[in-house]
């Protein structure tokens, strides 16, 4: 389900599960930030190297609620700067009369932001994760992931030769879809390490954590440093490559947050951030990391310009790249191809996402400002050239209609486009092609590794047995993976103390937790239909399911 699971508190209220991991981590990682600054904690690498820990009783544990809480209002004080800086939206002053009524009687003054309302950056980072999502669960469904992990025993080959985890071939999966090239056979070293070896690296602690202890999520766990060389030494990485690892996820002055650095040194042994390691996201955090350490990802734009092509061709399409001169410049289009009575021209974008952050989320912008520029000028070349496409395609490219297209690799996209020039992505244009039809399902397991798939149709995409130009303009124009995102999105307010006097008001978005009903809606479908439709079938599987169990369960001894 989009989003990911979701939890209910005491009252009733409904929030995604994995807010309340989250929320720990990033108050941990802020308390350990305030703390080395205040008790000046970091040597002279910039690693935090904690004193060693006393033992504590519960009146110790209440007491560090108070530096929790002041590391959560320091963190959320720093981004409604940073959001309304980069956002252009104003704080307000609010003093005497004009403070919110539901201020406390302590209050004499309030900071408050406007809301934004700009949705583009927010629903681009929820779409990544219902990708990484979606993907998952197809390779879960389609594979037994079990045979081909091995685990942190012994030796492991590199990938893909063999994996530590589930999670670390899902998310070289991810990463590859994130960066647009496949990264097992990348050569590349950011930051001193292939990318893969950076995914098996967070594989080894994520293993490492889980093993050592049995709760969910995985707690603070204290670890020897040698004990931590071992186990990457063994899984393919060399004495170097391992202290390069270690030493980039231990927390310090640099680091964004603890699932970048999930391990915390001490003046004895280290300690492994537990939380941070329960479901680490590979193409969110190693970008965030080599960023964090200065290091710029090389996005390959030419891998996914041919990833483009191959894709397009796979279809049935003429998809070309074409490079002319004409005026004593040189023109470049990515991707042209004709369909119909239209010709299609993508210029394929390799930028990396946000992550939330409102800084990068404003270069990102600026960076889809520049390429509509870019486009503009190829546009207005083939008003002056027509024979730009002549020359490709053959006369009946004359007259045709010419579509213009930003196709970005990551899930990024504007409804209707800037000035004539639509900005779409790669993952909803695979769907566009893949399925006539937009579909919720429930995946059923069965005794021996067997699954079945309920699924009902919601709405459709293309208007016939085939899709057609119109069809994929009409995506361009709203794409349905924005609507279903936008649909579950509302403004939340966030109020935290400053002083004793003083308090801050930000607005904030929230994502919804969707269900069956709220996704067919969302694609204006009707929810209680496929509610019905989908419960009843469920039903009929669930019993036929206990038929089989009970089956194998009564089912005779066969004699030695």
């Known amino acids: 389900m989009p989003g990911g699971p979701v939890l209910q508190d005491a009252t009733g209220r409904i929030f995604h599960a994995d807010d309340v991991v989250t929320n720990m981590v990033v108050s941990l990682g802020g308390t350990l930030s305030m703390e080395g600054y205040a008790n000046g904690w970091f040597d002279a690498d910039g690693h935090l190297i904690l004193p060693d820990l006393p033992l504590v009783d519960n009146n110790d544990i209440m007491l560090a609620g108070q530096s929790e809480a002041l590391s959560a209002s320091w963190i959320r004080w720093t981004r409604m700067h940073e959001t309304a800086r980069y956002g252009l939206t104003d704080i307000e002053v609010l003093e005497g009369g004009n403070l919110p009524s539901e201020a406390p009687p302590s209050i004499k003054l309030v900071y408050e932001r406007e809301p934004s309302r700009d949705t583009l950056d927010y629903i681009a980072n929820a779409r990544t994760i219902d990708r990484e999502a979606i993907a998952i669960a197809a390779l879960h469904n389609t594979s037994d992931l079990s045979n081909v992990c091995k685990g942190i025993e012994g030796t492991i080959a590199a ?23 496949e990264i097992v056979g990348d050569t590349e070293r950011p930051g001193g390490l292939r990318l893969v070896q950076w995914v098996r690296g967070y594989a ?3 293993s490492l954590a ?24 063994r899984a393919s990485l060399s004495s170097s490559e391992a202290a390069t690892f270690l030493d980039a996820v231990s927390f310090g002055r640099s680091s964004r947050d603890l699932f970048d650095a999930p391990i915390v040194r001490t003046a004895t042994d280290w300690l492994l951030i537990g939380p941070a390691l329960s479901a680490p996201r590979m193409a969110k955090i190693v970008p965030s990391l080599l960023a964090s350490r200065k290091v710029q990802l090389r996005r390959k734009g030419a891998a996914f310009e041919k990833r483009v092509l191959t894709f397009l061709k796979g279809k049935g399409f003429d998809a070309r790249n074409i490079k002319v001169k004409r005026g004593g410049e040189e023109y470049d289009y990515d991707v042209v191809f004709p369909w119909g009575d239209h010709i299609f021209h993508f210029e394929c974008k390799n930028h990396g996402l946000s992550g939330n952050d409102p800084i990068q989320a404003h270069h990102f912008f600026q960076e889809i400002v520049s390429d509509i520029k870019q486009v503009e000028r190829l546009r207005n070349a083939l008003a002056k050239w027509p024979d730009i496409l002549i020359g490709t395609f053959g006369a009946n490219a004359a007259g045709k209609e010419v579509i213009h297209c930003i196709l970005e690799n990551e899930t990024y996209c504007i409804p209707g486009g800037i000035d004539g020039i639509y900005v779409y992505d790669w993952s909803a244009l695979t769907r566009f092609f893949e399925d006539g039809w937009f579909r919720v399902s429930h995946t059923h397991q069965f005794p021996d590794n067997i699954r079945l798939q309920n699924r009902v149709s919601v709405a459709p995409i293309w208007s016939g047995d085939r899709p057609a130009p119109k069809d994929l303009i009409a995506q361009l124009e709203e794409p349905a993976q924005f609507r279903v995102v936008s649909h579950h999105l509302e403004l939340e307010q966030v109020a935290f103390p400053l002083d004793e006097a003083t308090m801050a008001v930000d607005t904030l978005l929230r994502r919804r937790p969707a269900d069956v009903a709220s996704m067919a809606e969302a694609l204006g479908g009707s929810g209680q239909a496929v509610q019905d439709q989908l419960a009843k079938v469920d039903a009929q599987i669930l019993k036929e399911r206990k038929n089989i169990e009970e089956g194998i369960k009564n089912e005779p001894e066969t004699p030695t």
């Open 159 to 181: 990938a893909p030769t063999e994996w530590i985890s589930s999670e670390e071939l899902t998310n070289s999966l991810s990463l590859s879809d994130t960066v647009g090239y």
């Open 204 to 206: 080894c602690l994520a």
């Open 210 to 233: 889980s093993a050592l202890t049995e709760s969910t999520p995985p707690k603070l766990i204290r670890v020897p440093e040698e004990t931590l060389t071992d186990i990457l030494t």
